[in-house]
Each structure stands twice: as structure tokens, then as C-alpha cells.
């Protein structure tokens, strides 16, 4: 896909991200394109990118030397202004880790491959970042420099071997230095593979990814950040340079999230280092058969941006404060016992697992909701550090939470306390749930990210709504990992009506929309379950299975 982009494409970028996630978002009352879809679970995609040619570099041991550090204190590092401190192999290990299977999941729960993870011929394995479905369809790629703790060439992250891929050994950094304005000796490059997602959720898809996408760049972050860097990723870039010197397409793979690592400057012209390309290496296809779809297509598009400056950003795209008269002050919440890195081993979704009671401590609630804004505040070169505003605001819909009633509740982060809303019946929640692995009712709270699409779909295009969508998936993957550091169960997931939900919020006709829910509160007692993981570190009590 070419990313030399018109301006009648551009023009039209906001028409198209806006019709899309209007689709989306009422996806529930007017079916999906294409109609009688059906899944092909016998030609699957494989959850692994494997190169046949490439020679492997094995790394160490994920999180083992990660720093004696909690959730909460990672998201605070993680918001400071970039440092300019190349990594070493063994932090970049663990960054890499985030995407790499950590153990096996056998554990009975409520999902649709509960029974079938059991076969010898069909694990499940754990992650440490979640993804939409279980399909993992980012890929993470090193571009290395002179001074890189790896030698000068580009590699990719192969997740089923914790192993580098290396597919060439020319220095490409002065093509991404070119694409990103930013010069630096290593680059750390998120992708996303399309079709890892869009054989099970079609024109769904790109909604989805997006929003995996910012989930892993939350767990870099973090592991980042407790290793005493914090970065600046790179959201707005010429796509074409870094799809190139990657090895991908822009189109069926493209290039979605840019870091750089260790000193920084403003990029200036000069003469590429890099040389003639090499011929690309093959990957391993396990579907026979690759489907596109138009939505998916038109969407990713009209959000490539190629060379085009960065807008000017003449207006506030943060949400505006409210103000409503029940107000809450919560707790300060001290921090939690559990590391970053045992929290990252053991993440899972608690499908089915969820208790009503006890009910959920408002210390406990404080304490995930102040990590996931928190992250919000974390930096990037469309909004820097220190940063005032996140695009994304927190709603709490509880069911069973200590001292709140039955209304919709806003967090307000610099207050630390939450701003009572609308009242609403807590078992619609369950009537607008379309799926079947919750029950709704036995959660003590929904939390909803929600987001000011309208506003930066207006400043950026649709490169606001990708944006957006990975500041949404940076927040989800911090509740994961704030909630498993609580003790507490956690699932994410986009299957509530998100009209329904508008209106429980009270935000319907504004344009605010509820991106995301989150699922929070107690697991059942009593879910001993085996120990498959991957990687032992101090001993931890057993919940199960990690996923």
C-alpha cells in the first residue's frame, strides 16, 4: 500500500474513521459487512510470525533482573520526560518479553476454547499483555545503530522461541530517523499483521487491533520505566520509510508505533547508511487462504499520513471537566506488595471467575483507577511530557462497591474521587453484554474508557482515531497489570453496546464515546490450579493459570 497519500484522501480522512467507528459502535443493532460471515477455525493464522531463513539470536531469561518495583510506581516513572540511557540486552529481553508466551493456560473458565486448550495438540499459551480474543497480532522489530546493545542490522521479536530474527545486517536508523524526525541508534517498532485478528473478527477488526497495539506499548512502557527509562514513542511518522526498512508491506502488516532508545536529536538531512535492500525473507503462512476486508482497508488508509507535517493542535483535545454534586473522595491506597514483574508472569482475563462478594473496596478501586490515568499522562511526540490532559477519561458503573450506589461515577484524577453521575439499573449492563464468557452480575464494577473521538478525528484525521485507540489499550493493559499487583480479577472487553452505555454514562449527543469496558472485582475462592509458567521467580501463592 502506498503512503504517498493525496489531499482528496486526506480530506476525506475524517468522513471515513468517523463512518467507521459508528459502525462499530452500533455493530450490535445493525450487523457487520460481510454478512453471513463465518469463522474458519481450520485455517486459522498462525499466533507466531516465523521466519524460515533468518538467523536467531536467543536472549535471556525475560523480567529476571527486572528492578524491585510495583505497578503503580512504574506508571509514575513512566510519565517523566525521555531518558536518553541505551538499554541493555537484558532489558530489552524483558521489553520483548511483554509479547512472549510466559506458560500455559489450563484452567477451566467460562471462554469458548476452555475444553479444547486441553489437547496436547492445541495449547492455549499465557502472555504477559493482553490482546483482543487472544490473537496477538502485533509484531515487534529492532532497528540497531552504532552503540545499540545489539549488533548494527534490523531484527524481529519471534514470540514463540524468545529469540531475535535477524533479517539484515545494514544499518537502516537514518530511514526511520527520516519517517520519525527523531535520530536515535535503536528504534523499537510495533506492527500490527491484520490478519492475525481479521480471520476471526472481519471488518471488527481494525477496532480491535488498535486498541491491542497501545496495550503493548503500555507493558514497554512499564518495563521501560522500572528499568529507569522512560520514553517518548513516535505516533505521527512517514509510514512508507519504516515499513520499508522493516521488511513489511504497509498493508496486510504495517508499521503502527515507533520508540526511540538511548540519546535523541532532531533528525537532519544526510546520506542514508543503509545501502540497496536485500532480498526479503520468507515467512511461514499457516492459512491457506488470506481474506481482506473493504472497512478494514478503507480505515487503515485513510489513517497512513506519509509525509504530511504534524497539524497544529489549536484546540484542546482533552475532555471537559464535569461537575455534578455527589462527590466521593477516595482513599489513598498504599502500594501494593506485588512487583511488576510477577504481575506481568501472571496476568490472566477471569473469564466466568468473578464473585460478587466480598464487595470491592473503594482503596482497591482507587488504586486501579489512579494507575490507568496515570499512564495517560505518559508522553509522545503529538503530546509530550510532562502532559497536562489524557485523551481518555474513567467511569465507574458499580455493582457491588463499597459506599457507592446505583449511578454512573467519573473519575477525577487530579481530585482522587469520584463524581456521581446519572443512576441507572446495574443488570442492563448484563442485557447488553453480547457475549457469554462474563456473567455480568457477579462483577463488582464495570469500569468504561471513554474517549473524545470527534475532537481528534477533527485535529489529525483518522490518525486521531488510531491514536486514541492506542492510548485506549495503553489504559486496559494498565488495569491488567494494577489490578493482578490488588489480588483482584480483571477482563477487558468490547462486547457491551456501546450506545446503551453512552447513555448510562449520560454522555450520548456529546462527543464523548465509551471506547472500552473493563471488568473489576473479586474471583471466587478456592481456584488452586496448576503452575505452567514458563519462568519461576519468588514464590507466589497459585491462582490458576495465567493468562
Known sequence: ???????????????????????????????????????????????????????????????????????????????????????????????LGCYGIVGRRT???????????????????????????????????LVAGAGASVRTGVYHYD???????????????????????????????????????????????????????????????????????????????????VSTAVGVDGRTEAPFVVIPLGPTVPATSRQRLGGTDAEPLRVWEKSHRVRDFELVDRVHAAALVGSAPRPANETSDALPALEFADVIQLPAAGPSAVELADCLRTRRSS??????????????????????AGIGRAGTDVSPAPRAEPWTRLWVLPNTV??????????????????????????????HYALTNYNIREVAAVLVITGRLDALVATYGARGYRMLSVEVGQAAQTTYLSATARGLGVGAVLGIDNLAVDGFL??????????????????????????????????????????
Open 1 to 95: 500500500m502506498t503512503t504517498e497519500i493525496d489531499g482528496a484522501a486526506r480530506a476525506g480522512s475524517p468522513a471515513v474513521a468517523l463512518d467507521y467507528t459508528r459502525r462499530m459502535f452500533e455493530r450490535q443493532r445493525v450487523a457487520l459487512p460481510p454478512m453471513g460471515f463465518a469463522v474458519d477455525w481450520s485455517d486459522q493464522p498462525s499466533r507466531h510470525k516465523l521466519y524460515l531463513d533468518a538467523p536467531k539470536l536467543p536472549l535471556p531469561p525475560p523480567f529476571a533482573n527486572l528492578p524491585t518495583l510495583g505497578v503503580d510506581a512504574a506508571v509514575a516513572a513512566a510519565t517523566g520526560n525521555a531518558t536518553a540511557v541505551m538499554p541493555s540486552l537484558d532489558v530489552l529481553s524483558s521489553v
Open 107 to 141: 484452567h477451566l473458565n467460562w471462554n469458548e476454547d476452555s475444553s479444547g486448550k486441553l489437547k496436547a495438540n492445541a495449547p492455549v499459551w499465557s502472555r504477559p499483555t493482553a490482546s483482543g480474543g487472544g490473537m496477538y497480532p502485533a509484531e515487534s522489530y
Open 159 to 241: 514470540t514463540a522461541h524468545h529469540s531475535l530474527d535477524r533479517l539484515s545486517a545494514a544499518n537502516r536508523c537514518w530511514d526511520l530517523a527520516e519517517a520519525t524526525g527523531v535520530e536515535a541508534g535503536l528504534y523499537l517498532v510495533a506492527t500490527l499483521a491484520f490478519w492475525k485478528n481479521a480471520f476471526k473478527y472481519n471488518s471488527f477488526s481494525y477496532h480491535v487491533v488498535t486498541q491491542d497495539v497501545g496495550a503493548l506499548l503500555a507493558s514497554w512502557r512499564l518495563v521501560l520505566a522500572a528499568s529507569g527509562l522512560a520514553v517518548e514513542p513516535v505516533l505521527w511518522f512517514d509510514e512508507g520509510p
Open 351 to 372: 473469564f466466568g471467575l468473578f464473585s460478587a462478594h466480598p464487595a470491592l473496596s473503594v482503596e482497591d478501586l482507587g488504586s486501579v483507577l489512579a494507575s490507568t
Open 402 to 431: 463499597e459506599g457507592l450506589t446505583d449511578r454512573a461515577y467519573a473519575y477525577d484524577a487530579a481530585g482522587h474521587r469520584l463524581l456521581g453521575g446519572a443512576a441507572f439499573d446495574f443488570g442492563e449492563v448484563q442485557r
Open 506 to 547: 449520560g454522555v450520548d449527543g456529546t462527543d464523548e464515546r465509551s471506547m472500552l469496558f473493563i471488568l473489576l472485582g473479586h474471583e471466587r475462592a478456592g481456584l488452586a490450579g496448576y503452575d505452567h509458567g514458563l519462568y519461576r521467580s519468588t514464590p507466589v501463592a497459585l491462582q490458576g493459570d495465567n493468562r
